[in-house]
C-alpha cells in the first residue's frame, strides 16, 4: 500500500479550508449587506396620511397633465405611463419606473403621494431611484390634479421585469455610503420667496424647487449631490445674465445663447420646458434673476 505522500495531504487540506473559509465569508458579508440594507430601506417612518380631495373637472385634469409633462413623470414613466425599465446593470440593479395606470387603480391617493413627495414605496419600503426631493415641495392641490388625471388614463398592462437593487449598491447603503431617497429629502430647502412682493418670483420659485432641483442642487445653487465629480450643472444664479428672449429659447429648444448642445439640459428642455406656458417662462425668469442677483448682491 503507497501512503498519500503527507506534504501533498497537507496540501490538499489548507487549500481545501481556505476555500471553504472564503466562501464562508463571502456568505456572511453577503447576508451582512442584505439585512443591513433591507433594514435601512425599511426604516423610515411613514408620513401622515395624503387626504386631500381629488377633484375630477377638466380644468383638474388639464393642470394634471401638465404637471406628468412638464415634471418628467412621462420622461421616466413612459408615454401613456406604462411603466419602463429604466436601467439594468451588476452596480444599480434593475430599475423599473412603475407602471403609474396601474399603481393608481391598485392603491389610494395617500400610496401615491408617499411615493411621490416621501420617496416610500407601497410596500413602504423606502425607494431608491425615482426623484421625490424634486417632487416633495409640491402643493397638495398639484399633488391631487396629477393623481387624478393618471386615474383618467386607460389602465394599460405592460410585462415588467422585478425590478431589484445591485449588491454594489447595497453595499455601500450598508457601510452608510450611500442611502435611499427619504434620506435626502431633508436636504431640500423650504420655499424662501413666497413673501416676494413681486407674485412672479413667487410663481416662478414654486415652479424652479419642483422642476429644475433635480438637477442643479436641491437648492438651485450647484450642489447636486447626484452629479459626477466635476459635472454638477451649474448654480441656477446663471440666469441673472442671460435676457428674457436668451432664456426663452433655452426652455424652449434646450439651447443656450451661442446654441451648445448642452446634453442632458438640451433634452430635458425638449422634454419637459417646451410644455411650460409663456407665462411659467416669464415667473421662472423673474425667480432666477431676482435669485441670482440677490446672489451677487
Ligand atoms: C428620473 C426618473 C423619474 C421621474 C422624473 C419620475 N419617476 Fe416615479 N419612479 C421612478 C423609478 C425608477 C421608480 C421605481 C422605484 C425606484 O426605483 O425608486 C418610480 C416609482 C414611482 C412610483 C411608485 C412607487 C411604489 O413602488 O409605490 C410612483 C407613484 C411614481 N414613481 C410617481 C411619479 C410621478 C407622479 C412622477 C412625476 C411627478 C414621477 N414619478 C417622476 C423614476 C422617476
Ligand atoms: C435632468 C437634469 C436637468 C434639469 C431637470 C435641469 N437642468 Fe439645466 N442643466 C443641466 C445640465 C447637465 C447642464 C450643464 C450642461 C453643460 O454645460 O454641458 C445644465 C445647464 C443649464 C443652464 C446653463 C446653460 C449655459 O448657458 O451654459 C441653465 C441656465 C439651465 N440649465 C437652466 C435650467 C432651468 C431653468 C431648469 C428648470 C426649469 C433646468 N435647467 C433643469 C441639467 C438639467
Request: aromatic share 8%.
Amino acid at each position: 500500500m503507497t501512503a498519500v505522500p503527507p506534504r501533498r495531504n497537507g496540501f490538499l487540506r489548507i487549500a481545501l479550508a481556505t476555500l471553504a473559509a472564503g466562501l464562508l465569508a463571502v456568505v456572511a458579508v453577503t447576508a451582512w449587506t442584505w439585512q443591513r440594507s433591507e433594514a435601512h430601506l425599511a426604516g423610515f417612518a411613514l408620513p401622515q396620511p395624503f387626504t386631500a380631495a381629488i377633484p375630477t373637472d377638466a380644468a383638474s385634469l388639464a393642470t394634471g397633465r401638465r404637471l406628468a409633462l412638464t415634471r418628467g413623470c412621462i420622461g421616466c414613466h413612459g408615454e401613456r405611463l406604462q411603466g419602463e425599465v429604466f436601467g439594468d446593470d451588476f452596480q444599480t440593479g434593475r430599475v423599473v419606473a412603475a407602471n403609474l395606470t396601474k399603481h393608481v387603480h391598485d392603491h389610494p391617493p395617500a400610496v401615491f403621494e408617499r411615493a411621490l413627495r416621501h420617496g416610500i414605496g407601497h410596500d413602504g419600503r423606502a425607494l431608491y431611484s425615482m426623484p421625490s426631493y424634486n417632487f416633495m415641495r409640491l402643493r397638495d392641490g398639484d399633488v391631487a390634479a396629477l393623481y387624478a388625471y393618471i386615474r383618467s388614463l386607460p389602465r394599460v398592462e405592460t410585462p415588467l421585469p422585478q425590478p431589484h437593487l445591485g449588491l454594489p449598491v447595497r453595499w455601500a447603503i450598508a457601510r452608510g455610503e450611500d442611502a435611499a431617497v427619504p434620506a435626502f429629502l431633508p436636504r431640500v430647502p423650504p420655499l424662501a420667496w413666497q413673501a416676494h412682493p413681486d407674485p412672479a418670483v413667487r410663481r416662478g420659485e414654486y415652479l424652479a424647487m419642483t422642476s429644475c432641483n433635480e438637477c442643479h442642487g436641491f437648492g438651485l445653487r450647484g450642489d447636486d449631490p447626484f452629479a459626477p465629480p466635476g459635472g454638477a450643472p451649474p448654480d441656477l444664479a446663471i440666469v441673472a445674465g442671460y435676457g428674457k428672449d436668451a432664456f426663452v429659447r433655452l426652455m424652449r429648444t434646450g439651447r443656450p445663447p451661442g446654441g451648445r448642445d448642452l446634453g442632458l439640459m438640451t433634452r430635458v428642455a425638449r422634454g419637459c420646458f417646451a410644455h411650460w406656458t409663456a407665462g411659467e417662462v416669464d415667473d421662472l425668469h423673474a425667480f432666477l434673476s431676482a435669485m441670482g442677483t440677490a446672489a451677487t448682491q
